[in-house]
């Protein structure tokens, strides 16, 4: 049975086991590039905090085992990456992770319905995210809380042919 998970806001000295998270996850997926960086995970509260984005953490007994965020997407990004509009409204899901040794025990999807609740609080009425092909759990995990596919790219990763999955949530009111 899996133990509870606690969900709370990123606070600093976080910073190493997220990235601990982020890595053995997508080491786990097949899906970790050697050699290149993960920017955003080295300045989290100026990506996400400072910025009307949100990065969640997932503790199991205080350990972090999984991660989170939200963050806006410019217009721009929301054209180019997404095929979208209305960015004032629409959020881009990312780092959503759960450590191996704590996969399947839904955590992934109760990150996901905390982030997408902070995103209906702040308004907003769309949320997008990618993942590649290789990922088949994040993509059922995905497709389970109600996203649905809307673009598929091939891309080349680490000389590596894989497709960039996006997909798309509208948020309807409820009540």
Avoid: W
């Amino acid at each position: 049975m899996a133990q509870p998970l606690t969900i709370r806001r990123y606070q600093p000295g976080d910073g190493p086991r997220v990235q601990a998270v982020h890595e053995a996850a997508m080491r786990a997926a097949g899906a970790y590039v050697e050699g290149v960086p993960d920017d955003d995970l080295e300045t989290i509260p100026e990506t996400y905090l400072d910025t009307a984005g949100t990065f969640l953490v997932g503790t199991v007994d205080g350990r972090i085992v999984a991660t989170g965020a939200l963050r806006p997407v410019s217009e721009a990004t929301i054209a180019a990456k997404y095929s979208a509009t209305s960015p004032d409204s629409t959020v881009e899901l990312t780092r959503l992770r759960v450590a191996p040794d704590h996969q399947r025990c839904g955590y992934g999807g109760r990150c996901c319905d905390e982030l997408e609740r902070r995103a209906r609080t702040r308004g907003a009425t769309a949320i997008v995210l990618d993942t590649l092909s290789i990922q088949s759990a994040a993509q059922g995990l995905y497709e389970t809380q109600g996203f649905e596919l809307v673009h598929r790219e091939p891309i080349e990763q680490s000389a590596e042919k894989v497709d960039l999955l996006v997909y798309r949530k509208e948020l309807v009111e409820s009540g």
